[in-house]
């Protein structure tokens, strides 16, 4: 059974940093692209970035470029989100998920004075 496990979360001020964390089991990691999601109060869940199974491609939504970095541990079956220069509007659940659709239960990200 796949299950993702998102950590890392909590408040955080303007221009602050927060790295999240998924913890991943019961699928081959390494051989499995993941992606980074988030999801605004009122608003569609949307793409924030995603990384190639071995970790050698990555991309990133237009909005978080140059802030957010996605990177994997395959050795951990875990995947990282280093979100920097955060900004009120990076406020929202952030999941991972894999190709065929496992969700993680998400981690609250809020970015507040």
């Known amino acids: 059974q796949v299950q993702l496990v998102e950590s890392g979360g909590g408040l955080v001020q303007p221009g602050g940093s927060l790295r999240l964390s998924c913890a991943a089991s019961g699928l081959t990691f390494g051989t499995t692209p993941m992606s980074w999601y988030r999801q605004a109060p009122g608003k569609e869940r949307e793409l924030v970035a995603a990384?190639?199974?071995?970790?050698?491609?990555?991309s990133s939504a237009d909005s978080v470029k140059g802030r957010f970095t996605v990177s994997r541990d395959n050795a951990k079956s875990t995947l990282y989100l280093q979100m920097n220069n955060l900004k009120p509007e990076d406020t929202a659940v952030y999941y991972c998920?894999?190709?065929?659709?496992?969700w993680g239960q998400g981690t609250q990200v809020t970015v507040s004075s």
């Open positions: 990384i190639s199974a071995t970790g050698l491609i990555t």
């Open positions: 998920k894999t190709p065929s659709s496992y």
